[in-house]
């Protein structure tokens, strides 16, 4: 009988996938007591690629359905938790920083000498605070002291002199009147008189300068402060302006800082409300080292570049400023009392607005645009203000809006309100895929 080859080819198809009698097998007859065929390449070829593509298949349905099952858990899997939190009053910080200052002593005196002479004593030790009056250093009082005495000695001759005048006088005076002497004789003693008096006058100040040198003799501190490293040590002569010692205060210390032109407005109407806060950060902006009030601002603006500088004052007890330091001003310019107030997290950027989840009665979300105080710069502001932001449109005091969790919301979405670790445990919990799932 004769086969076709199409049926002779469905039949080795068959014959492929079906399971061979082992009976038959072994005595070299087929299924149907035939002779056994071996399958064609064409079939092998088929079911190597037939089992290719379900292993591969497999392998990445696994590494999909972790993902697609989260998914369908965020979309249909029930309500998202959320963390919240309710719009509040509270007091907003308005603060302008960015401020770069130097500190700057409030006095820093350089001591001189004012006489010529040996220095006989140094009184202080470099690096120490000094009070104002306090004892620095002596120069040799002995020669001005040997002066002094003879200015006090020529001042008795011509006290005495001029008592003697004085006494000529007054009898020249009396013969006079009796017309005994030439009335030109008592003018002249009258003119004698007068030339005493001004030798004493000038004797006495003779004297007075001499007992002056005797005080520049003993070095005081001119100011409180700390002292610096000396310049001339005992026993070295020095003559009148030699720099002996530098006495910096600096507590209180002064920062000097630059404002822009365009703060100024602010600032001078802030500073009729009273004196202004000021905070000094370190190099980096990152520590706070004092904080202290603004004593003033120059009256020029620098044409140059367009700053005014302005003084700012600080209790420096723990010496966190030294002078010269570079530190980073932030200046407080307005206290907003009973603002509408929201974390800063809540805050998220919309295409054309900023807007938050706005969580209703029914736990369900809406997207509500606002409108910081501040506006795109709210961020500027809420490091002052433990991370609260002022909102002055689209919300109200009361409204919940959420703070973490926000990430897979939608419109409408229902959400389940937690604390700020339940999202964040879901979404690695949703991450992270089950061992069941990639097997």
Not at 71 to 78: D, L, N, P, T, V
Not at 252 to 260: A, H, K, T
């Amino acid at each position: 009988m004769r086969i076709d080859h199409a049926d002779e080819t469905e039949a080795d198809e068959r014959a492929i996938f079906r399971e061979p009698d082992v009976a038959a097998a072994s005595s070299g007859e087929g299924l149907h007591g035939g002779a056994w065929r071996k399958p064609s390449a064409f079939g092998v070829a088929a079911l190597v690629v037939a089992l290719g593509c379900y292993v591969g298949y497999r392998a990445i349905a696994a590494k999909e359905q972790p993902t697609q099952r989260a998914g369908q858990r965020a979309a249909s899997g029930g309500p998202q938790p959320v963390a919240v939190a309710t719009a509040t009053r509270g007091d907003i910080k308005i603060v302008r920083h960015g401020l770069l200052g130097t500190v700057t002593p409030i006095a820093n005196v350089s001591v001189k000498t004012r006489l010529a002479g040996e220095l006989t004593e140094v009184g202080f030790t470099e690096g120490q605070y000094v009070r104002k009056g306090d004892f620095l250093a002596q120069i040799d009082p002995r020669p001005y002291e040997a002066q002094k005495a003879q200015s006090e000695g020529q001042l008795l001759r011509d006290q005495a002199l001029l008592g003697q005048a004085r006494d000529d006088l007054r009898r020249y005076e009396s013969l006079k009147k009796l017309d005994s002497i030439a009335r030109q004789q008592a003018e002249n003693q009258a003119w004698i008189v007068k030339q005493y008096e001004g030798a004493v006058k000038a004797d006495a100040a003779l004297v007075d300068g001499q007992n002056l040198n005797l005080t520049y003799a003993r070095i005081l501190s001119p100011v409180a402060g700390r002292v610096g490293l000396r310049k001339v040590d005992a026993g070295s002569y020095v003559s009148a302006g030699d720099a002996l010692v530098l006495v910096a205060q600096i507590d209180p210390i002064s920062v000097i800082f630059g404002v822009p032109e365009d703060y100024i407005p602010d600032i001078l109407s802030a500073q009729k409300k009273g004196a202004l806060e000021v905070a000094a950060f370190d190099r980096a902006d990152t520590k706070q080292l004092a904080v202290g009030r603004l004593r003033t601002l120059d009256n020029t603006v620098d044409t140059t570049t367009g700053m005014v500088s302005g003084r700012a004052e600080f209790e420096n007890t723990n010496e966190a400023l030294y002078p010269n330091q570079f530190v980073n001003i932030h200046l407080l310019v307005e206290l907003r009392e009973k603002a509408l107030v929201i974390p800063k997290t809540a805050i998220r950027s919309g295409a054309s607005s900023l807007f938050v989840y706005k969580v209703t009665e029914e736990n369900r979300v809406v997207m509500q645009r606002i409108l910081p105080a501040s506006g795109e710069r709210y961020d500027d502001y809420a490091g002052y203000n433990n991370g609260m932001v002022e909102v002055t449109e689209g919300l109200s005091e009361g409204d919940r809006v959420v703070v973490d969790g926000a990430d897979r919301l939608r419109e409408g979405a229902e959400v389940k309100i937690g604390t700020a670790d339940e999202p964040a445990r879901e979404r690695r919990r949703q991450k992270r895929p089950r061992q069941s799932e990639t097997q």
